[in-house]
Structures are given as C-alpha cells and as structure tokens.
C-alpha cells in the first residue's frame, strides 16, 4: 500500500488532537505518512438543539464518510461513541485504539464534587444518558442543555451560567485541562456510554491494505470491550436519543459488562440496570454478551422505556 494518506478529521480541539495522535502513530508505528483534512459537519454547526432531536451521532461523521467515498481521505478518525451503532454500507471500523479514562467527570468552579452541591444547584449537560443518571441520584437538582465542544461548554460555565457541569474525562484530560476535574464519578455512580474514552478508526470496506495495516493500532482488550457496550446499544436501537449507558471492564480474564437505561422523558423512572460477564476472545463473543445484557433490560421492561 502507499506510505502516503489522508486523515479526515473534524475540527474541534478535541478532534484535531485525536487525529494527530493517530498521525503521530501511524508515523512512529507504521511508517505511514499522513496529512490532516478538517472539516466542519453538520453536527458541529447545529448548536441550538439536543442531538437526539437533529439526528443523532450520524450528524458528526457523515461528511467525514462523503470524504472517504470520494477518495479525498482514507481515514476517519473518530471518539467511538460519537460513532454510530450502525456504519453505512461501505465502511468499517478497521481498528479500536487503547482506552483513556472512560470516566465522566464533575467540572466546577465552586464545588469539588456532587455531593457537595446545594439543593436546586444548576447542572450543565444535554446528555440524555447523565442527566437520567444524575437526577436518579440527586432529582432536587435543575438540569439546563449545554451544547458546543469542550472549550465552548467550560467557556459557559466560566461565565457562570451553571453550577457544575458534565463532561467525559477524557476529552479534558487529552487537551490538558485535566485540572478542570474535580472529581471524578466511579462508573457505578454514572456509568459511561458504549465506547466513551475510546477511539476508532474508520475506513472504507474496499481497502484491505489499510486495514491490515491500521490493525496493527488496535487494542484488542479496548475492542471487545467496546464491542460488547455498542452492542447493547444496537439490539435496543442504537439510538443517541436513549439514555443508555454501557461499559465493560476486564477483571480476572473475564469481560463484565454493566448497562443502565432511563427513561428519555420521564427522568425520574427507574433505572434499568443490568449485568453479564463471560470470557470472551472474539468480536462475535463480545457482540454476544452485549445482545445478552440488552435481553436482561428487556426482562426488566426495557420495552416501556424505548422508542415506539
Ligand atoms: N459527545 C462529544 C464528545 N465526544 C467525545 C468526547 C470526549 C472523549 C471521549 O469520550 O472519547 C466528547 C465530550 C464529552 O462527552 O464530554
């Protein structure tokens, strides 16, 4: 294959550092040279409206996709939760990079943690999946949307708008402003999204001498992992408008996986939980115990809590 490509890349902060460290890899790595193409996607420009309600994760990787089909690019690179459960015919995800943290955090100028903020304190998130988590916790606090990429949303609470807000770990910790956390939630206090923390690389299906290439990236223990929270995801519909959580962690050889799905308008319902683990050493295994956490939260009445 050629030593030369193209990385398609949004152009936050947050994505350019993700598509330079990828570049940096596939240099050190691969001997692979690559020059960065930015563009702007839908996703990044409509700032007004939740996700959920203008067309979900799909929004931040289509134009990204459209570079790939065209030839103008031959890789994505993107967050893996910002991609969605089920790529369009024609591109495959060729490698899942080593997780960072995979945990959310609790940014504030005045508070160190939840515990501490005061009764009806305002917090900052439009994540269906926090906030639903958030208030089944603490259901005296007020939620407000909080759109816009990391520098955007920490601009808004410098401003004061809010008492706190939401955001993953990682993203905050890979642009160094891992001194805006202060403290960090235990995945079991608010379990984080299929593929939080994680990258992956998109490329399209026809181009095997990249994929055999890019695999030599991936990290096998992040991939499954990942594999099986995003397949918790597809068997309920995949949808960003569900607050669905889903995480899985190694422990002893075996993959345990936890999910926890809330109610999209009734915040307050209980959440659904779920828990499976099973050794697993394949995609295929690790897909399986996702459709099998998602069969539990179905027993639980799952039904009730989805799109109809
Ligand atoms: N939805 C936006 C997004 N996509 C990836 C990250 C952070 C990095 C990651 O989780 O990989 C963020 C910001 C956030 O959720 O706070």
Same mark, same amino acid.
């Given at each position: 294959m050629?030593?030369?490509?193209?990385?398609a890349?949004?152009e936050?902060?947050?994505a350019?550092w993700?598509?330079?460290?990828?570049?940096?890899r596939?240099? =050190? %790595?691969?001997g692979i040279t $690559?020059a @960065? &193409?930015?563009?702007?996607?839908?996703g990044?420009?409509? /700032?007004?409206?939740t996700?959920s309600?203008i067309g979900?994760?799909g929004l931040?990787?289509?134009?990204?996709?459209?570079?790939?089909?065209e030839?103008?690019?031959?890789?994505?690179?993107h967050?893996l939760k910002d991609?969605?459960m089920?790529?369009?015919?024609g591109f495959?995800?060729?490698a899942?990079?080593e997780?960072?943290?995979?945990?959310d955090?609790?940014?504030?100028n005045?508070?160190a943690?939840?515990?501490?903020?005061?009764?009806g304190a305002?917090?900052?998130?439009s994540?269906?999946?926090?906030?639903?988590?958030?208030?089944?916790v603490?259901?005296?606090?007020?939620?407000?949307?909080l759109?816009?990429?990391l520098?955007?949303?920490?601009r808004?609470? =410098? %401003?004061?708008?809010?008492? $706190?807000? @939401? &955001?993953a770990?990682?993203?905050?910790?890979?642009?160094? /402003?891992?001194h805006?956390?202060?403290?960090?939630f235990?995945?079991?206090?608010?379990?984080?999204?299929?593929?939080q923390?994680?990258?992956?690389?998109e490329?399209?299906s026809?181009?095997?001498a990249?994929?055999?290439?890019?695999a030599?990236?991936?990290?096998?223990?992040?991939?499954?992992a990942?594999?099986?929270?995003?397949?918790?995801?597809?068997?309920?519909?995949?949808s960003c408008?569900?607050p669905?959580?889903?995480h899985?962690?190694?422990?002893?050889?075996a993959l345990h996986l936890?999910?926890?799905?809330?109610?999209?308008?009734?915040?307050?319902?209980?959440?659904?939980?779920?828990a499976?683990a099973?050794?697993?050493?394949t995609?295929?295994?690790a897909r399986?115990l996702?459709q099998?956490? $998602?069969?539990? &939260?179905?027993?639980l009445?799952?039904?009730?809590?989805?799109?109809?």
């Open positions: 050629t030593t030369s490509i193209t990385i890349t949004r936050s902060r947050l350019l993700q598509a330079e460290h990828v570049q940096a596939l240099a =050190d %790595e691969l $690559a @960065l &193409l930015g563009m702007t996607t839908r990044d420009q409509i /700032l007004d409206r996700l309600k979900g994760k931040f990787v289509k134009e990204l996709e459209t570079a790939l089909a030839g103008r690019a031959h890789l994505a690179v967050s991609v969605p089920e790529l369009p015919e495959t995800l060729a899942v990079l997780r960072e943290d995979p945990r955090a609790f940014v504030s005045d508070y943690s939840l515990a501490e903020l005061p009764e305002v917090v900052g998130s994540s269906l999946r926090r906030v639903t988590q958030l208030l089944s603490r259901p005296d606090l007020r939620v407000e949307p759109r816009g990429n520098d955007t949303r920490l808004k609470l =410098d %401003e004061g708008g809010y008492h $706190a807000i @939401l &955001l770990a990682a993203g905050l910790k890979r642009l160094g /402003l891992g805006r956390v202060r403290s960090v235990e995945v079991d206090q608010m379990l984080p999204c299929a593929g923390g994680a990258l992956g690389l490329i399209r026809d181009d095997a990249l994929a055999q290439a890019l030599r990236l991936a990290h096998l223990p992040t991939w499954l990942c594999e099986a929270e995003r397949a918790v995801s597809r068997a309920l519909g995949g408008s569900l669905l959580a889903a899985a962690r190694w422990q002893d050889g936890d999910a926890a799905l809330g109610h999209a308008e009734w915040h307050t319902s209980p959440l659904l939980r779920a499976v099973g050794t697993v050493d995609v295929d295994a399986a996702g099998q956490a $998602a069969s539990r &939260l179905r027993e009445g799952a039904g009730q809590y989805l799109p109809v």
